[in-house]
């Protein structure tokens, strides 16, 4: 809960500070999409707007102050704003001055937690929304409902989350030290799960890291926000790219020329007036690698993908049985897909992340097929907890590793895998060690 000031000076400041003040009132934690202790703006009255491009009106009330407020005040408020008010500037200082100053403090800020980059967006992404209903007629985002369930608010934030003027965009790298990726995918004994998700959760890494981020911002100057790590309605690489971390790639990943695709993103929506950063020219030319790679070919024109093709949709997000036409394209691939990436050239500039928690656990860059698909229920949970893999489940888990068993050369071990599960009692388990062993009988 939040009880908003408005203190306007008189010209002797040169401005006015329009300053959000948190009350000690406990914070409102978001309900939607798993979100701890992420913070959200209460409704605040409608004739206290923040200014948009970072800029505030001058608007003279001789040498009184002006209180708006709403949902009460709280005991030493308005003391706790003049101290704030002259720690942000007075006299000579100016509210933009002292907004570069943040802006340049929540980069460093940024750094120390452990982010490559930190920049910022702003929040009209109108040009977005034409290309992002017709992706949605077509059917592509296939079993993904929650992509147009919640109407305009992943292209308008401040419907999101009201009062939103900026998106604060973070970028962490994420490729472990782990085993050769191609001579994995050479390997069809092998299971390939793909980089991202060899270590620990990344939503639980970043959504942390945003948090603290974001608390440092709001010791400095209290503000409106709220934190998210891909699991709402936000536009993540649009925003990304908006804020200059990056171009769209091809694939429609984010690319940056010195580190390439191989990172995750993370924003926060603010009610602050930060300066924007630039956008930065796109740079994949006439390269089309990613499209001439992907396996299924669900990159089906430069920037758009057919989710329904895609292997990281069809082995993660999809509940059923996988497409029997799509499942020897599948190979050895049991938890994402990384072939597009793996060919960009620009990912020649990829960085090893420096980040201890997306090191590999559990042995998942050299792990066999047949290792995998002996686990029971209780080696799942407790060795994929904490991991981006557990979301699957240990039956959707079991379904992809039989898929990569079929498309295994046969050998004693992988029809010895088979075999024990032919009489699962998961009939979607059953349904594709039965596809598997059929497509052994037939070679």
């Known amino acids: ?31 939607e999409g798993g979100f701890p202790g ?32 709403k949902f009460g005040c709280v005991p030493g408020i308005i003391q706790r704003m003049e101290n704030k008010l002259h720690s942000i ?14 802006r340049h403090e929540i980069s460093v800020w940024g750094s120390e937690l452990g982010f490559d980059a930190v920049r910022v967006a702003d929040v009209d992404l109108s040009s977005a929304e034409a290309g992002l209903q017709a992706w949605l007629q077509a ?16 292209t308008r934030p401040a419907e999101l989350v009201p009062n939103t003027c900026r998106v604060i965009s973070a970028r962490m790298s994420y490729l472990p030290d782990a085993a050769d990726a191609l001579e994995n995918l050479r390997d069809g004994s092998r299971a390939y799960v793909s980089r991202y998700a060899l270590g620990r959760d990344y939503h639980k890494v970043l959504r942390a890291r945003l948090q603290q981020l974001a608390s440092r911002i709001a010791a400095s100057s209290p503000h409106g926000y709220r934190v998210f790590v ?13 804020a200059g971390l990056g171009w769209r790639g091809k694939h429609s990943l984010l690319i940056d020329r010195s580190v390439g695709s191989m990172f995750f993103l993370g924003e926060i929506y603010t009610d602050l007036p930060l300066a924007v950063d630039a956008p930065v020219q796109e740079h994949c030319g006439s390269c089309r690698a990613c499209l001439d790679a992907c396996p299924t070919g669900a990159i089906v024109a430069p920037y758009r993908v057919d989710a329904r093709l895609c292997i990281s949709y069809l082995t993660i997000e999809l509940r059923g049985a996988i497409p029997v036409p799509l499942r020897k394209m599948l190979g050895n691939r049991v938890y994402g897909c990384d072939d597009c990436q793996l060919v960009c050239p620009w990912n020649r500039f990829a960085r090893l992340s420096k980040e201890g928690d997306f090191a590999v656990r559990n042995g998942l860059d050299q792990a066999t097929l047949a290792e995998l698909f002996h686990w029971s229920e209780a080696d799942f949970n407790e060795r994929m907890a904490g991991s981006a893999i557990y ?12 898929v990569g068993l079929g498309n295994a050369q046969p ?33």
């Not at 948009?52 to 001789?62: D, I, Y």
């Open 1 to 31: 809960m939040y009880s908003r000031i408005y203190i306007r000076f008189n010209k002797c400041v040169r401005g006015t500070f329009h300053i959000s003040v948190k009350s000690e009132c406990p914070q409102q934690a978001s309900g």
């Open 38 to 69: 992420a913070e959200v703006p209460a409704k605040i009255n409608g004739h206290a707007r923040l200014q948009r491009g970072g800029e505030c009106r001058a608007q003279g009330h001789g040498r009184r102050f002006v209180l708006q407020r």
């Open 89 to 102: 500037g007075s006299g000579k200082e100016s509210a933009r001055d002292a907004l570069a100053a943040l």
């Open 139 to 154: 059917g592509f985002h296939g079993e993904m409902d929650y992509m147009g369930k919640h109407g305009t608010k992943r």
């Open 230 to 242: 891909d699991s709402a309605p936000v536009m993540e690489v649009e925003l990304a790219g908006r």
């Open 391 to 402: 979301r699957v489940g240990y039956e959707r888990w079991l379904r992809n590793l039989a």
């Open 411 to 443: 050998s004693a071990s992988v029809l010895g895998a088979l075999g024990s599960r032919r009489e699962d009692r998961s009939e979607l388990v059953r349904d594709h060690v039965v596809w598997a062993l059929s497509e052994h009988m037939g070679r």
